[in-house]
């Protein structure tokens, strides 16, 4: 049996339950993990091959800027973006997971790693989807303050970070970098886990229902709808976020439901928030094809695992990636 059919055994129970039912059964033992992880990027053949002296990410599965970056702990920002928000540093992120927030926003989580970033922000609050997307990339996080439920959630969890109160030296205006959290960030953080298994020695994105695109589009209520075009002289899908364009190897759009959080400190408000764990409806881009499957996420520490509709695992090309959080009111489409 190959590897890819021993994922596709593994994995292929969750992907034909329903909606959401990941969340009522029990969470499997933490040695599953290990099926959706590639293992040690930094010593597969593939990576000694593509780069001598620089190995891969495992956020990425690409080559990284420098060979210290493979070793260091990622670094994550939460950000709020509008349409009239100029982003900082989005461009050297290895990941960034958008949820969509009030009226127009979005509340966007940056994790770097392979790439530094001399300046990221507008840095925002915490909120539950930060802690969700991040607690099994082992992050050291950045960010603004939050609501006082919110910041027991972070705190409760296992994730360390900083905030402009604890040390206004790692913040200047609202923004921060990499190099700053890295400093203010604890010894003996560990690299994160690789949460995708991109693609190697020419593999398709998947192994069934794939089909050619160019143009991805996610329309929410309430905001302008998000697209991302494919260029394909540069091999890759650009965007606008705010007022700048972004790019990505891939984008990866997960279905799921969103319910309303009302809090009440430091001041009363209703806001969205996505619903991370369980599963539902994947459509991903990623080179000039697209393909749909199912995603599933049984809970905290486990990483998303990402199948085609015939039960193998979704393949994207090596390089940063979106994950959108769509509401399962969206309407997504590819053409």
């Not at 599965?61 to 900082?88: D, E, F, I, K």
């Not at 927030?101 to 392979?114: G, I, K, M, Q, R």
Request: proline letters at 11%.
């Amino acid at each position: 049996m190959n590897r890819r059919q021993m994922l596709r055994a593994a994995i292929a129970p969750a992907v034909v339950l329903g909606v959401g039912t990941g969340c009522s059964e029990p969470e499997p033992k933490p040695g599953k993990v290990q099926v959706v992880d590639p293992g040690d990027v930094t010593s597969s053949p593939s990576a000694a091959s593509a780069s001598p002296t620089l190995p891969k990410g495992p956020l990425t599965g690409a080559p990284v800027s420098t060979p210290a970056a493979a070793t260091r702990q990622a670094v994550a920002v939460p950000l709020r973006v509008s349409p009239a928000t100029t982003p900082a540093g989005l461009d050297a992120a290895d990941l960034v997971y958008a949820e969509f927030a009030e009226a127009d926003t979005l509340h966007l989580t940056a994790v770097f790693h392979s790439r530094d970033a001399a300046k990221i922000g507008p840095v925002t609050e915490i909120r539950p989807v930060d802690i969700r997307s991040l607690t099994v990339l082992r992050p050291f996080v950045g960010y603004n303050g939050g609501p006082t439920g919110f910041l027991t959630q972070f705190e409760n969890s296992d994730l360390d970070g900083v905030t402009p109160d604890d040390d206004s030296k790692v913040f200047s205006g609202g923004y921060t970098s990499t190099a700053a959290l890295l400093k203010a960030a604890p010894k003996g953080g560990q690299p994160p886990p690789a949460p995708i298994d991109h693609t190697t020695d020419g593999e398709a994105l998947a192994t069934r229902d794939l089909a050619p695109a160019t143009e991805l589009t996610v329309t929410v209520s309430g905001g302008p709808p998000m697209v991302w075009r494919y260029d394909q002289t540069k091999s890759v899908w650009a965007g606008r976020i705010g007022k700048v364009t972004v790019t990505a190897a891939s984008v990866i759009v997960l279905t799921m439901e969103y319910r309303t959080l009302d809090v009440r400190n430091p001041s009363p408000r209703s806001l969205p928030s996505a619903n991370v764990f369980g599963e539902g409806a994947v459509l991903a881009v990623s080179g000039p094809n697209s393909a749909k499957g199912r995603w599933r996420k049984p809970g905290l520490p486990l990483v998303c695992t990402l199948a085609d509709t015939g039960g193998d695992l979704l393949r994207p090309q090596p390089g940063n990636a979106w994950v959108i959080y769509a509401p399962t009111t969206a309407k997504v489409s590819v053409k």
